[in-house]
């Protein structure tokens, strides 16, 4: 009940083109939904993250979608650029003094 | 964002001896800080979560007299790694929680353990 399950594992997308991560969630007590994105090497970059309260939220090129009834939320990478090119990693979380739950990540790479 | 440093960023050492990875919130206070391991192409693994002037809780498997966690103040966590091997050879990353949910990682700390 505490997983979060990630798709794809990895994703190669032509420049200029979106990228899409999915990830589902089986326990309903969660309500934060963060988004991060790490380099190799680098910790992980806090990215855009999603409350239930609404069903998308976008932040330049980066947009959440939220699906509370199917327990499904997604990432989308519009006009994705080879500087894209990083591990995504969903994660979620109930308010308050408790761990994320990250997804396993995906390997995005964004070819010319 | 806020920010979240970590030193070193990466540390060799001899098997049997211990290192410390010190994680600070730049600028803001962090009652909360957590503590990951990650290994290659894996995703993160929560090690323990320290509150400021409390003692951590450790996930299930890890060994708290291993990985001592200090969170002296509301600003710093240091991770202790005692009697290193090479299988604890690793990316250890901290975060800390800002406000109700955010958590901001630090840059990482690669440990190898010859």
């Known amino acids: 009940q505490q997983q979060v399950k990630q798709s794809p594992q990895s994703l190669i997308v032509q420049k200029g083109g979106i990228s899409i991560i999915n990830c589902a969630y089986e326990n309903t007590a969660f309500d934060y939904f963060p988004w991060y994105q790490q380099f190799p090497g680098k910790g992980p970059a806090l990215l855009i993250a999603i409350r239930p309260d609404v069903s998308e939220k976008k932040e330049g090129r980066f947009t959440i979608s939220f699906n509370k009834s199917a327990k499904q939320f997604s990432l989308h990478i519009m006009d994705s650029q080879p500087g894209d090119s990083a591990t995504y990693f969903c994660a979620a979380t109930v308010s308050g003094n408790t761990p994320l739950v990250f997804g396993k990540g995906t390997r995005l790479s964004v070819i010319a | 964002g806020a920010v979240v440093s970590q030193h070193p960023s990466r540390v060799i050492c001899k098997s049997g001896t211990s290192v410390k990875i010190e994680c600070r919130s730049l600028?803001?206070?962090?009652?909360?800080m957590f503590w990951y391991r990650q290994f290659p192409k894996q995703s993160l693994m929560l090690m323990a979560t320290s509150n400021e002037g409390s003692k951590a809780t450790y996930e299930q498997g890890v060994e708290k007299d291993k990985f001592l966690i200090n969170h002296a103040s509301l600003t710093l966590s240091t991770l202790t790694v005692t009697s290193a091997h090479p299988e604890d050879s690793s990316f250890y990353i901290c975060?800390?929680?800002?406000?109700?949910?955010?958590?901001?990682f630090g840059p990482g700390t690669r440990l190898t353990v010859l």
């Open positions: 975060s800390a929680r800002f406000g109700v949910n955010e958590q901001f």
């Open positions: 600028d803001f206070q962090a009652t909360t």
